[in-house]
């Protein structure tokens, strides 16, 4: 894999998967807790490395991941996801969906901070779950109940995820090869309370950024001035 970068820009938050040659990645193998990543050697490669081809970028404000909910607590060794019922948010979102595309599950939220009324305000005191993440490939869809399997080949989930942290469940391209023309961009959805905020691709050979992956200003929003 080769990455060919010629102009960068902004604060990007990116969540992005790029596949070596002899270092395969397996999703359901592909997990991180928010203070300790996994070691990359211990990855393998998702069965649908790939299987969206290659693509060229070249116009501005390209969304290329679709954002979900989960609707119900996931534990460490669980091999489905029950996602929102609400429309929009659960198993339609993402849709088209099939075996072998590839999902992030992360946690956006749950830390605990201090309200102390000392310099001490804001400051983390348990990070709870925040910030988790892995990388997962479906098994089968159950558009129905709002469920997906995922492969189970590794275990299962690695981590747990707690909806009250606001997991967002995000399918992520796989491609062969990706270009980002000059006058192309590749954005985040800006994220709501619910989705957003994250940019997360697999790319299998060479990925050639002449544009930008651009998540300026998507992330957690701003407080209210009283």
């Known amino acids: 894999m080769r990455i060919n970068t010629h102009l960068t820009k902004k604060n990007i938050f990116l969540a992005c998967l790029l596949s070596l ?7 359901a ?16 490669q998702a069965a649908g490395v790939g299987k969206d081809g290659a693509l060229t970028v070249s116009a ?7 954002y979900a909910v989960l609707g119900a607590d996931a534990n460490a060794g669980n091999t489905s996801l029950k996602l929102s019922g609400t429309p929009g948010l659960g198993v339609d979102a993402l849709q088209p969906l099939e075996p072998g595309d590839l999902l992030l599950i992360i946690q956006m939220q749950g830390a605990a901070l201090s309200a102390v009324n000392s310099a001490s305000f804001g400051e983390v005191t348990d990070l709870g779950s925040a910030g988790l993440y892995e990388f997962i490939d479906v098994a089968s869809v159950d558009a129905a109940n709002s469920r997906v399997t995922v492969n189970s080949g590794c275990g299962g989930l690695k981590n747990s995820y707690q909806t009250s942290g606001h997991v967002q469940v995000i399918r992520v391209p796989q491609y062969t090869e990706l270009t980002v023309s000059a006058a192309g961009s590749v954005v985040a959805k800006p994220w709501n309370g619910q989705t957003g905020g994250v940019i997360a691709v697999q ?19 701003g407080g209210e001035r009283n």
């Open 21 to 27: 040659p002899g270092l395969p990645l397996l999703a």
């Open 29 to 44: 193998c592909s997990g991180a807790d928010a203070q300790s990543p996994q070691p990359a050697a211990t990855r393998r």
């Open 60 to 66: 501005a404000d390209t969304r290329l991941n679709r």
């Open 203 to 221: 790319v299998a050979l060479t990925a050639t950024l002449d544009g930008l992956l651009d998540a300026s200003a998507t992330g957690f929003r």
